[in-house]
């Protein structure tokens, strides 16, 4: 039997019955709702998660590669949005998911790259469905809604051959930046009011606009109206994450995915400690240290092997490929972490952190210090 | 005949005859010094490049998991040094090698550490090899130089059942803080002094000290001393990077790895541009923000699809998941960077960024535009 204690580190965990919790948590936010929940696969990347989140929606996904739609296909999910700007190279690809009878749609913001998708799109002889990209805030990509090009850009989707106008599409990135719950609502807003305004001038100009789409995790908790949306895409609430926590997305309690990492060394004269867990295991996102937040945490929150408890207020402070950096405020509790002790790191970015691993390391529900199954996760392009 | 124009986006470039002068490079400065040179694979974790550093060299290498170790084992290097203190956890992997004849040493600079590893290893019936693990200034794990504790290691080290003293090791990471030849010199005789001395201290006491093993790139590069060392260990310097270039490791011209990322939009109003690699393509490493360095790149330096000429001042200002933000000093030049147009990024740090891949797309050194071979690379633990 393998055990958090018998495991070799570092490991990804992953907590079965939180990420069932944060599933049925947001699945039931909209089950009422009329709209349809797509989640984004991008944070989890496997098909033993995308099955939990999928339970009471229709099925459809999201996703950040063609090399998760792939693998995703392979496991028998048939309708998914690819919600990065779709580049011509890739038609091929797509061309050979459609034929597999997937149904996927892509987004782009550009009439270049449309009248470039069009005839690649014609040369592979698919019709691919296109969702105008708007941006509502985030100053990414996207149009803006309201803007003469959102028309332009989709009467020549609705025009070109080969292209097919679906609808529109935005994400609130800039949710990440808001530090109060006021903040939050009125990014949610936007957002929705971006997509519904895009959704009107399309629709005044004679254009379709099957799709309506918005989603990030924060606007998906706190949105107020989704009045005219047809479908809300977010992601990380399956797992959480510390930076997640701080702008209010979820409870510190509610994170499901922690590294297990083991105390390698002492430093009293630096008042730090070394875990097996570094730049590559946790990844060098430094999220936490954005400004208007509660608390820095470096690289990582450290917690005890059940991941229960943090161990006083010590984090990683520093990284090096293999190497973590213990610290705390205060004198370093060296008593509660001797040479040799297993730690639970909650990630500060846990999309980034679980890209580092093959795959999760999952806690039994029935015994949380049984590790039970390996869910493998796709990696890559 | 797969090109750099017709890959798909993100990819992983391996300029192959970079790579070979670099390597040869650094072997031909240890060739007549009688120190032998053991390269670290922790940043290429790929046969293919270990074989071109191991050329002209005794061929043992370096690693910073026991999956390297493993991988290379299983493609037939047999001298082994496992660079992270050790823990009594990973014995019956280490004990697996030896059994299969492999020569693989460990590292450790706990008492407490030694008696555990010491009862793993004669439960394993092997007795394992251990160096003891000194910090030269680099203020991460290690003892000292020069104090008692050092002799107190070693000699359990020595009587213990089950491990044995194999010799000292110092890594002097803090070369990566220095601005100046005169300073990374002084760095490397520090690192080496550390070493030397802790190996007079264990000889003093009696007790053996067979391998006096020291090692970064920046003062394997610049040091001017190797008087009574045995061993330089060292890895970056097959690739280098942006910030090994800041640092005066090498060249810009000498970097060998890149990531082919294609432009997928235009913001003039934000004077900037967006590309298919983000976060995980490129790693989130900072390194050339750090203090004193002549220009902080942000997340990669941005040069044409040849990777022969930067474009203007334009670097990776931003990384999302899977999208990156050019950005660039003064007016964004749009006109040199069309929607669709091919770029390729230097890294920060090449051993973050290569990570994120399975393996290296490498040019053929008779047509540089020419993609030959796939090298696959080994990540994890």
Redesign the interface.
């Known amino acids: 039997m393998t055990t958090l204690a018998?495991l070799?580190?570092?490991?990804l965990i992953l907590d079965r019955e939180k990420l069932e919790q944060n599933a049925a948590r947001m699945t039931a936010r909209f089950a009422a709702s009329g709209l349809r929940l797509r989640p984004h696969m991008?944070s989890a990347k496997s098909i033993d998660v995308a099955r939990i989140a999928l339970a009471g929606n229709f099925g459809g996904i999201t996703v950040?590669?063609l090399k998760e739609a792939e693998y995703f296909a392979d496991h028998g999910i048939d309708d998914i949005t690819y919600a990065?700007?779709l580049?011509?190279?890739?038609l091929p690809r797509v061309a050979r998911l459609m034929r597999r009878g997937v149904r996927i749609g892509g987004i782009t913001?550009?009439l270049?790259?449309a009248e470039?998708i069009s005839r690649r799109a014609v040369a592979e002889g698919v019709v691919v469905d296109l969702m105008i990209e708007l941006d509502s805030g985030e100053?990414?990509?996207g149009l803006t809604a309201g803007s003469a090009s959102v028309v332009d850009l989709g009467r020549a989707l609705h025009d070109l051959p080969g292209t097919r106008l679906a609808g529109v599409l935005t994400h609130a990135?800039n949710s990440y930046l808001c530090r109060s719950l006021e903040a939050l609502r009125e990014v949610a807003e936007q957002e929705r009011r971006a997509a519904v305004t895009a959704a009107a001038q399309l629709r005044a100009a004679g254009l379709p606009c099957e799709v309506v789409s918005v989603g990030s995790t924060p606007t998906a908790t706190h949105g107020l109206s989704h009045a005219d949306l047809t479908e809300m895409r977010c992601g990380v609430y399956m797992f959480g994450d510390v930076f997640q926590h701080e702008i209010g997305s979820h409870g510190l309690e509610d994170i499901a995915v922690s590294v297990l990492a083991?105390v390698?060394?002492?430093?009293p004269d630096?008042d730090a400690a070394?875990i097996?867990a570094g730049?590559?295991?946790l990844?060098?996102?430094?999220s936490t240290g954005a400004p208007g937040l509660a608390e820095d945490i470096g690289f990582g929150m450290v917690m005890d092997e059940s991941g229960a408890r943090r161990i006083g207020r010590v984090r990683v402070g520093h990284v090096?490929?293999?190497?973590g950096?213990l610290v705390s405020d205060g004198a370093f509790p060296f008593d509660q972490l001797?040479?040799?002790a297993r730690v639970r790191v909650l990630p500060n970015h846990v999309?980034?952190t679980a890209?580092?691993?093959?795959g999760y390391r999952v806690l039994d529900p029935a015994d949380p210090r049984r590790v039970g199954d390996f869910w493998p996760r796709v990696?890559?392009?």
Chains 1, 2 share one sequence.
Request: aromatic fraction near 6%; include cysteine.
């Open positions: 018998s070799e580190t570092p490991s991008k950040s590669t990065v700007s580049v011509p190279e890739k913001d550009s270049t790259m470039a100053r990414r990509g990135g083991t390698i060394g002492h430093r630096l070394l097996d730049g590559l295991a990844s060098k996102d430094r090096y490929q293999e190497h950096m001797p040479v040799g999309c980034m890209a580092m691993y093959d990696n890559g392009w």
